[in-house]
């Protein structure tokens, strides 16, 4: 999804919208408790803390990568935007319980498709955090980083704003 603003230069400045792949809280990358991505060490992003159990497609493109455990997914945009979708801290460790792929790679997708379905209650009560990062792994190859600064998000809601 972007929209085009021509600047006084004559540049066209290109629009993109990453949409929300959970409904849950919103909160800042940078309250995430992992150095890895409250750091920003794999891109600038958001993260969800879901109260449902699945995560959804927050672009139209291509699943790029599905973790073998279930726990993560990587996309990239028709955009050219590069997310990863984290559901959950350590939850690699869960080696797939909890966690059901719903999508493969090589898959193209759009806004909405469902990507991974996980029970929120098992990881808890397994002991992790359920929070989820989405993080746009190319974000330096954007002049413009903006995120939403709403609490609560729903599926398909725009919460990044690349130019």
């Known amino acids: 999804m972007f929209g085009r603003r021509q600047h006084e230069s004559g540049k066209v400045e290109k629009r993109i919208t990453i949409l929300s792949p959970l409904k849950g809280e919103l909160i800042q990358i940078v309250q995430v ?3 890895t991505f409250s750091e920003e060490m794999l891109g600038r992003g958001i993260a969800v803390r879901p109260s449902g159990g699945r995560v959804v497609s927050p672009v ?3 699943v790029t990568q599905m973790f073998d455990t ?3 997914v990587t996309l990239t945009s028709d955009d050219g935007a590069e997310i990863l979708i984290h559901v959950g801290l350590n939850t690699v460790k869960l080696k797939g319980e909890h966690f059901t792929k ?3 790679e090589g898959d ?3 806004p909405g498709d ?3 379905e996980f029970n929120r209650d098992g990881i808890s009560k397994a002991g992790y955090d359920t929070v989820t990062p989405v993080v746009v792994c190319n974000s330096d190859d ?3 980083f903006e ?3 709403a609490k609560v998000v729903d599926e398909g809601e725009g919460v990044i704003f690349l130019t």
């Open 33 to 35: 408790d992992d150095p």
């Open 60 to 62: 139209s493109g291509t």
């Open 70 to 72: 279930g726990h993560a």
């Open 102 to 104: 719903c999508a493969r």
């Open 108 to 110: 193209l997708v759009s």
């Open 114 to 116: 469902v990507l991974i």
């Open 142 to 144: 954007y002049t413009g």
């Open 147 to 149: 995120t939403r600064s």
